[in-house]
């Protein structure tokens, strides 16, 4: 539920779209962060402008604004609130349009496209791969390879979130009982909703996942095989989310944290020479380096950039909407298509 006035009848629209989140269950917290951006934001303009009035260029200078002030991943969120809040109030009817959409693929492109960081073939991908043998391990490297998610989207899947179409699966455990997944059998959902210390699925998380918008992600027969193989071996959970990903050794049977997947990857990657301390973005191999393997090679192989960046979570409202819409063609006959092999 929404604010009662008419659009027309908006004074303030920073306050309206700050009021429609309390609506809409945000908590006290993520309402703050957003009004004090978007307030940063308002003072940004000149005298001449509004945020209802601002152009795409002026977005853009807020934006370039910000960079040497704060790091890079700050105002990635920064332009994150700013492009949700246009787009929230351009379907309300309050705007005409959202000069973020610009700004945002602009910014997509520059995290896209990275030279700098090191070159790994497929065939070298599948021959690391081949060298992670604990099931847990393998499971985690493949579905962040296979996917493209970051690890805390990793670490907050439940079981509910993975529809295997498998029947020793499903007759052991309660897979893929979203709704969202009904009819989308071997897929995987990942949620925008999970924040770091909100409770969802009745468990507060130690990881926010980042996406923009919720992504159902095809999952080939090579993701489905690991995860069966992991899943015959998962330790009882106590937690009623049910995690998809729990520890083996030192907190046993509890959800992983990004943390633990990062000492996980960070432990194969030296062992490949892949890692060295002190070595960067540029040199190590990191979880966040799979979702740019995903990225560069899907890219190149599919042509499509925007079925990339919805299954990256990347991409605004009316191109998921297309998505979303025409999943089965759009979507999983392209993942499949075109997903590269990493078992040998």
Known sequence: MSSTRAPADID???????????????????????????????????????????THRDCMAFIHSLRGELADSTVATYAAYLHRFYGYMTEVGAFDGNPMTLVV??????????????????????????????????ALVVT??????????????DLRDVAIDDDELNEAYDLGTRPVLAGRPNSVYVTPDATVGETLNDEV??????RKRSTVIPVDDELARVLKAWLAIRPDCPSSADPLFVGTAEGWGSRLDPQ???????????????????????????PHYFRHFFTT????????????????????DDIIDTYTHDWGNQVRETYERNMYSLLE
């Open 297 to 316: 090679h899907l890219r190149d192989r599919t042509g499509d950039r925007g079925v990339v960046k919805y299954l990256r979570g990347d991409v605004a």
């Open 144 to 157: 962040l390879l296979k996917t493209g998610m970051r690890v805390g989207e990793c670490c907050n899947l």
């Open 205 to 210: 998380r130690s990881a926010s996942n980042k």
């Open 105 to 138: 693929e602009e910014m997509d492109e520059t995290i896209d496209t990275d030279p700098a960081r090191r070159d790994i073939s497929i065939p070298a991908m599948r021959t690391f791969v081949s060298g992670i043998t604990h099931p847990l391990h393998r």
């Open 12 to 54: 303030d629209p920073v306050e309206y779209f700050i009021e429609d989140l309390t609506y809409h269950g945000k908590t006290s917290r993520t309402r703050e962060s957003y009004e004090r951006v978007l307030r940063q934001f308002e003072a940004f303009l000149d005298e001449t402008s509004t945020p209802e009035t601002a």
């Open 260 to 286: 633990a997947v990062r000492h996980i990857v960070e432990r194969y990657a030296r062992d490949a020479g892949w890692y060295r301390t002190g070595g960067g973005a540029t040199e190590n191999v990191t």
